[in-house]
T-cell receptor, first 113, second 114 residues
Framework: LAKTTQPISMDSYEGQEVNITCSHN???????ITWYQQFPSQGPRFIIQ???TKVTNEVASLFIPADRKSSTLSLPRVSLSDTAVYYC??????????????FGKGTMLLVSP | EPEVTQTPSHQVTQMGQEVILRCVPI?????FYWYRQILGQKVEFLVS????????KSEIFDDQFSVERPDGSNFTLKIRSTKLEDSAMYFC????????????FGEGSRLTVL
């Protein structure tokens, strides 16, 4: 299982770009990197997924260097409503199953006015 | 936007009682999951379900737990004899693909065992 390490918390202000980095030194060849967001008392919500290089969607970008030992979730121009816990998951659900996709403690992002 | 719905939103039960948590996955999804989150702790995988059978389960998913898809829309989690440590938020999720891609989570059912 690829273990992930993220900062416990981060603080930002409205309008700033936030970058959350996740370390996954023992990522396996078939592993994908997936980020979820969770608000209090709600289910996690998928943000973005990638395998290598850069992936961008309407809410975030995911940067993955060539060695894939880390990844960075980039949230452009955060707002107060982006205050949440962000989880980095690394695994190969296709071959190794969903039980291998474990939610860690995540990064608590607090956005202030 | 289609969503996963769960009922009840909150259930309080006595230790030893049976509990059934219900989920209606997104209609064209084929893969279904239950996760749980004890207050202040991690989201933990319990079980995945495809083609009317369990495809994976974690160590948490012991003989006290069972899942069922009794009709074409509902997906249920049953806890036969609840324990205090079963108190948690239980999340149902579904996905169209079953691998990679996005899991769509419901809002959760909070179970309190007294």
């Amino acid at each position: 299982l690829a273990k992930t390490t993220q900062p416990i918390s981060m603080d930002s202000y409205e309008g700033q770009e936030v970058n959350i980095t996740c370390s996954h030194n023992n990522i396996a060849t078939n592993d994908y990197i997936t980020w979820y967001q969770q608000f209090p008392s709600q289910g996690p919500r998928f943000i973005i997924q990638g395998y290598k290089t850069k992936v961008t969607n309407e809410v975030a970008s995911l940067f993955i260097p060539a060695d894939r030992k880390s990844s960075t979730l980039s949230l452009p121009r955060v707002s107060l409503s982006d205050t949440a816990v962000y989880y980095c998951l690394v695994g190969d659900s296709m071959n190794s199953g969903y039980s291998t996709l474990t939610f860690g403690k995540g990064t608590m992002l607090l956005v202030s006015p | 936007e289609p969503e996963v719905t769960q009922t009840p939103s909150h259930q309080v039960t006595q230790m030893g009682q049976e509990v059934i948590l219900r989920c209606v996955p997104i209609s064209n999804h084929l893969y279904f999951y239950w996760y749980r989150q004890i207050l202040g702790q991690k989201v933990e995988f319990l079980v995945s379900f495809y083609n009317n059978e369990i495809s994976e389960k974690s160590e948490i998913f012991d003989d006290q737990f069972s899942v069922e898809r009794p009709d074409g829309s509902n997906f249920t989690l049953k806890i036969r004899s609840t324990k205090l440590e079963d108190s948690a938020m239980y999340f149902c999720a579904s996905s169209p693909q079953g691998y990679y891609g996005e899991l769509f989570f419901g809002e959760g059912s909070r179970l309190t065992v007294l």
